[in-house]
T-cell receptor, first 109, second 113 residues
Framework: GQQVMQIPQYQHVQEGEDFTTYCNSS?????IQWYKQRPGGHPVFLIQ?????EVKKQKRLTFQFGEAKKNSSLHITATQTTDVGTYFC?????????FGAGTRLFVKA | DADVTQTPRNRITKTGKRIMLECSQT?????MYWYRQDPGLGLRLIYY???????NKGEISDGYSVSRQAQAKFSLSLESAIPNQTALYFC????????????FGPGTRLTVL
């Protein structure tokens, strides 16, 4: 079946360092979504990308959708302690949404 | 998201007990979902419903059942709880007109002893 894979599983960074998580789908996606889950919280929608090669920015976060619409990345510039949490990508799979396993980000002050 | 509520927020129960987790939403969405989260395994879909008369199994439905009582209510039952059902359970809603963006409830932490 369709799979959405995410790497790395964990990332430890020093505050101020950059962070990137990558998402790869086994099939072409019509769109990709990114969510953030703070420790002890629930996943919260961040953004959706639809177009091939699309790049969107939210302050220090940059989201990219690959040209083939099978991969995506989330890059955080100059991480802050408020960035800690797990970042999930998700894509449509038939009539439902398939989530990646997530990348957990730890930020050391 | 305050528009999606789950009860209870925490539950400890014993093996063999029947448990019901409830979800309500005020977003007016037709689509509702139940997910299970385990450390390192992300979010796995248990059941989903696209309207009151539509119920579909997800990837890990064994041992679970659901009921869609109304557009706004979707409950998950564990008929006979077992320890490996200890997990964090999330309800979510979506609107296909909004690209199926998922709006999650606060979660229910279930422990089966």
């Amino acid at each position: 079946g369709q799979q959405v894979m995410q790497i790395p599983q964990y990332q430890h960074v020093q505050e101020g360092e950059d962070f990137t998580t990558y998402c790869n789908s086994s099939t072409t996606l019509s769109n990709i979504q990114w969510y953030k889950q703070r420790p002890g919280g629930h996943p919260v929608f961040l953004i959706q990308l639809v177009k091939s090669g699309e790049v969107k920015k939210q302050k220090r976060l940059t989201f990219q959708f690959g040209e083939a619409k099978k991969n995506s990345s989330l890059h955080i510039t100059a991480t802050q302690t408020t960035d800690v949490g797990t970042y999930f990508c998700a894509g449509p799979g038939g009539f439902k949404t398939i989530f990646g396993a997530g990348t957990r980000l730890f930020v050391k002050a | 998201d305050a528009d999606v509520t789950q009860t209870p927020r925490n539950r400890i129960t014993k093996t063999g007990k029947r448990i019901m987790l409830e979800c309500s939403q005020t977003k007016g969405h037709d689509r509702m979902y139940w997910y299970r989260q385990d450390p390192g395994l992300g979010l796995r879909l248990i059941y989903y419903s696209f309207d009151v008369k539509d119920i579909n199994k997800g990837e890990i439905s064994d041992g679970y059942s659901v009921s869609r009582q109304a557009q706004a209510k979707f409950s998950l039952s564990l008929e006979s709880a077992i320890p490996n059902q200890t997990a964090l359970y999330f309800c979510a809603t979506s609107d296909y007109r909004g690209g199926d963006t998922q709006y999650f409830g606060p979660g229910t932490r279930l422990t089966v002893l």
